[in-house]
T-cell receptor
């Protein structure tokens, strides 16, 4: 069964600190992996996309890694800001059919002043 | 840049009523996806359309139906609403021009069933 699991479920950090979110997947055949940021009550917004051959990709203070062998990905947030408070969702796309997204359970991040 | 538009943004209905949610994809996007996100849950895929034809079906209840029109906008029709249908409903659009093209999400419609 195609699944995407994330950890931790929730995280509280102080402003300016770094944090790392984890994503494990069992989706096959694998096409790509995306990290989304979702503010409460809003639609998910893409942060990064990684294909099978990519190990690291950065987008500002966000850096994603992918280990296709172990089927793990991480999202590292550097120098967190209050506006980083949101849910971060790992989404894996299968390389078949309609490129349906398989959503992870999400990590709810709260950044405190 | 134009984004995915969903209407209404908020909707309150009573049990057993019907609701229609609308989605207007990004111009030139030919694929539309519908997702349901319950409180504290990850989005669940409901159904998708490509070039006005249903392309994939997920966990969409039989009480729901959807279609994509000639202008590529899509509507999700929900009948005999139940309390458990209260959720955020997202529409996403995609251009099927190359492998793995990204889905762009709309802001969602928050449906509350009383």
């Amino acid at each position: 069964k195609n699944q995407v699991e994330q950890s931790p479920q929730s995280l509280i950090i102080l402003e300016g600190k770094n944090c790392t979110l984890q994503c494990n997947y069992t989706v096959s055949p694998f096409s790509n992996l995306r990290w989304y940021k979702q503010d409460t009550g809003r639609g998910p917004v893409s942060l990064t996309i990684m294909t099978f051959s990519e190990n690291t990709k950065s987008n500002g203070r966000y850096t994603a890694t992918l280990d296709a062998d172990t089927k793990q990905s991480s999202l590292h947030i550097t120098a967190s800001q209050l506006s980083d408070s949101a849910s971060y969702i790992c989404v894996v796309s299968a390389a078949s059919g309609t490129y349906k997204y398989i959503f992870g359970t999400g990590t709810r991040l709260k950044v405190l002043a | 840049a134009a984004g995915v538009i969903q209407s209404p943004r908020h909707l309150i209905k009573e049990k057993r009523e019907t609701a229609t949610l609308k989605c207007y994809p990004i111009p030139r996007h030919d694929t539309v996806y519908w997702y349901q996100q319950g409180p504290g849950q990850d989005p669940q895929f409901l159904i998708s359309f490509y070039e006005k034809m249903q392309s994939d079906k997920g966990s969409i209840p039989d009480r729901f139906s959807a279609q994509q029109f000639s202008d590529y906008h899509s509507e999700l029709n929900m009948s005999s609403l139940e309390l458990g249908d209260s959720a955020l409903y997202f529409c996403a659009s995609r251009m099927d021009s190359r492998f793995g093209n990204e889905q762009f999400f709309g802001p969602g419609t928050r449906l509350t069933v009383l």
